[in-house]
């Protein structure tokens, strides 16, 4: 498996790749304790793009695991999760964070947050999301309790934890790392994580 160079992605920052099919992404959680929202478009339409809600059917759990596919909301694969080297605890629930959520959280001026870095990350390679799907959360530990209770736990990955997702189709992979620091979601320090491009 051949290598690129480590690309940076910045702390409260987005970034987006173009991956054609049969090439890979790893993204790495450098210091251990950092989200990275995921999102994937299928580069033929960007109206396609990897959907939390149909994939959650069809793999039958809320945590994708290494070995299953992720799948659009047209129900086609378009990543394959091929290694995750943390203890598999990722979030398919929640949304992206916005401006609107961290004045939810009482924020009265301007927070940075996952969904304008989407905006940014794609606006870096001259395409615009035409909406913002709920990401997958790499490395968000939000525990749902057996009433169906979710909480806000830190991360269990450890630093140089890693994950490699290999294109199933031509398509677009945009990341944010994640700028909460109000709740522990990370550790309440937000860093940067890095990601290469395998082939």
């Known amino acids: ?10 702390a409260r ?8 099919k049969g090439q890979a992404i790893k993204i790495i959680n450098t210091h251990g304790h950092q989200v990275v929202d995921t999102w994937a478009f299928s580069a033929e339409d960007l109206h396609e793009f990897m959907s939390m809600e149909h994939m959650r ?3 039958g759990t809320i945590f994708p695991r290494k070995g299953h596919d992720l799948f659009t909301n047209r129900r086609r694969a378009i990543l394959h999760f ?41 606006r870096q390679i001259g395409l615009e999301p035409p909406e913002v799907p709920s990401p997958l959360n790499l490395w968000m530990n939000i525990p749902v309790d057996k009433e169906g209770k979710t909480g806000w736990g830190e991360p269990v990955s450890k630093a140089g934890d890693y994950v490699i997702l290999r294109a199933k189709m031509d398509c677009i992979v945009a990341m944010s790392a994640c700028p909460q620091d109000i709740l522990p979601i990370n550790k309440g320090k937000t860093v940067e994580a890095h990601y290469q491009i395998l082939s």
Do not use: K, Q, V, W
């Not at 498996?1 to 910045?10: A, C, D, G, K, V």
């Not at 992206?96 to 939810?104: E, I, K, M, N």
């Open 1 to 10: 498996m051949s290598t690129s160079e480590i690309f940076t992605l910045p």
């Open 13 to 20: 920052r987005g970034r987006a790749c173009r991956l054609s």
């Open 57 to 59: 059917p069809t793999i």
């Open 82 to 122: 091929e290694e995750d080297t943390s203890p598999g605890i990722h979030d398919t629930l929640l949304a992206a964070c916005d401006d609107y959520r961290y004045g939810l959280l009482g924020c009265t001026e301007y927070h940075d947050n996952c969904t304008d870095n989407l905006h940014a990350g794609m």
